[in-house]
């Protein structure tokens, strides 16, 4: 499964950004998805995770309220809507999938390619 996570760029506090990551590959296989970010310095974290249907979802406290993750299993589609932007919201932010649920907690198994998003004050 190759993952190609898209959407990043320069935004100013308080605007919106939508994260797109698109799957390609051995997809026939569900996957639970969500994102990751990982500012300078710091470790990378976990942000939003989305299960196979859409049915359960979890968020890091940090952007509960702010971010929405959906996914579109007809294209092979997850997205992270990105709503009142903060400065430490700036980070490269990646997308991945696992087996499991929760996201992470038994190991991703793919990972995509960083997109930045970096927010200035």
């Known amino acids: 499964v190759q993952l190609q996570a898209s959407g990043g760029g320069l935004v100013q506090a308080g605007d919106s950004l939508r994260l797109s990551c698109a799957a390609s590959?051995?997809?026939?296989?569900?996957?639970?998805m969500g994102w990751f970010r990982q500012a300078p310095g710091k470790e990378r974290e976990f942000v939003a995770g989305?299960?196979?249907?859409?049915?359960?979802?979890d968020y890091a406290d940090s952007v509960r309220g702010r971010f929405t993750v959906s996914r579109d299993n007809a294209k092979n589609t997850v997205f992270l809507q990105m709503n009142s932007l903060k400065p430490e919201d700036t980070a490269d932010y990646y997308c991945?999938?696992?087996?499991?649920?929760?996201?992470?907690?038994?190991?991703?198994?793919?990972w995509g390619k960083g997109t930045l998003v970096t927010v200035s004050s």
């Open positions: 989305i299960s196979t249907l859409g049915t359960r979802i």
């Open positions: 991945a999938a696992g087996t499991h649920w929760p996201l992470g907690k038994y190991g991703i198994h793919y």
């Open positions: 590959g051995r997809t026939n296989i569900n996957y639970v």
